[in-house]
């Protein structure tokens, strides 16, 4: 693992596995020796357009292997692959673009009219996916390619699904990657027998870092071009899916799918699911129409991947264990040193009082693209993560995510964190989604306020929402306010963006007493 690059592992696989199928895409397959080769191509290829060492070069497209075909282009010429969020706006991307000082970009047809109206598009280079890479590729040079990269090599720049002001690329290296070869055998169980179905965008580290997982065991990815649950369930039977990582909502989707009764779903083992918090009502549907093992999993981009992970053997809803159905679970034991810090004093902190999670490990980023300063404040000197996010840990080692620090929510005096009272009005069967937020209050400084979707053909008022949370909850705890919506916003990991929800409904209120 320590002298472990992208390519030296394609180079390894190949080896291997060289007419096995690496990656399949609607009915077409591409083995581990067609990578290697196309990778080695396209590397020749991208030298020749003045790629060299520490360069970027965007990717801009739905999931497919040109993705991977491009990083180990870039892993051979100690290159970077940016990926791109084709779900931004023109001008969103032309910042990235910018922040990145792009010049070539790799792009799927349906995609590259986001770049027409970039600020500096006449300087890009954009080499289309399919006919144009096809033939820029085959008419590369042959000859093998020395490998330029090596451990700490920054080998992606994924940016941050951050909620305000400027991008930040997160730089993981080839180093931070190599741990995705011991959770894809030691957590996900993985072999060279799994075929493994990615959802997520690989422009996020839940799409790009988790497709390595089954690749680097020598098994089976598949992709699919978008995330409907009927492509989804078509893919699971058509390639007999072993694995799968599913945010929340594409769980839920599924479930509801008028498709699901009539998909073979035998051949699932594990999903994999984290990005955003699961209801307890939706892992017992899931159990009981799935029927395979469940796996939660807690990271960020900034770790490169799951850090923290609840083991299947812990999903047991009607044991004397069924609260860990709550649990993000424990530390990875070979990935991750974890502690939970005081937010202010940030000194470490024991069983079950709230603080923020930091996170030492080898998956953790080196840094932030030209942010020195954000660096700084995330990253101490002796090598922790600041995440963020706020949890609490049982005297058994099990961590309970609470919420993002910043969404905390201080209410008479009291911190409230949204995500218990979101898990708990959830269960309410009138319930199809729900987020809570913090909103002005004259009276109590803040106060909470529930947005729900309904479930179809149900009804429930405001004040029953409100009751219901009482009985479960304190008081304090409580949302004072419920407005029902018929959308929440979210982002590519599945996260509902609450700083454009209290954007919209964040006004001050006239709300119930506590």
Known sequence: ???????????????????????????RSWSFGDLQTRGSRLAHVLRTLGVRRADRVGFLGKNSPAFFELTTACSLLDAVVVGLNWRLSSDELTVIIKDANLRIIVASPEQKSLLLDTGDSKSLRVINIGAELDELIASAAAMPVGCESGPESVLFQLYSSGTTGRPKGVLITNANLSFTQLSGRLLYEMDENSVNLV???????????????????????????????????????????THAFLVPTLIQDILRAPELAETDLSSLQIIAYGGAPMSERVLLD?????RCKFLGVYGMTETAGTVISLAAADHDPSGPRARLLRSIGKPLPWAAEVQLREPVSLEPIGADRVGEIWVRSGQVTPGYWRQSEVTAQSLTADGWLRTGDAAYRDKNGYYFLQDRLKDMVITGGENVYPAEIENVIA?????????????PSERWGETIKALVIRSSNVTVSEQELIDFARARIAHYKCPTIVEFVDSLPRNAS?????????????????????
């Open 199 to 241: 959802a997520s965008p690989l422009f996020h580290i839940g799409g790009a870092g988790y497709a390595l997982t089954a690749l680097s065991q020598g098994g089976k990815t598949v992709f699919v071009h978008d995330s409907k649950p009927s492509t989804l369930l078509r893919a699971i039977q058509r390639h007999r899916v």
């Open 427 to 439: 269960n309410h069967p009138a319930v199809l989604e729900v987020a809570v937020i913090g909103v």
């Open 494 to 514: 599945g996260k509902v963006l609450k700083h454009v929800l209290r954007a919209k409904y964040g006004g001050v209120q006239n709300v119930l007493s506590h």
């Open 1 to 27: 693992m320590m002298s472990f690059t992208f390519a030296g592992m394609i180079s390894e696989l190949a080896g291997k596995y060289r007419e096995a199928p690496a990656f399949a895409l609607e009915g």
């Open 286 to 290: 899931g159990f009981d129409k799935l």
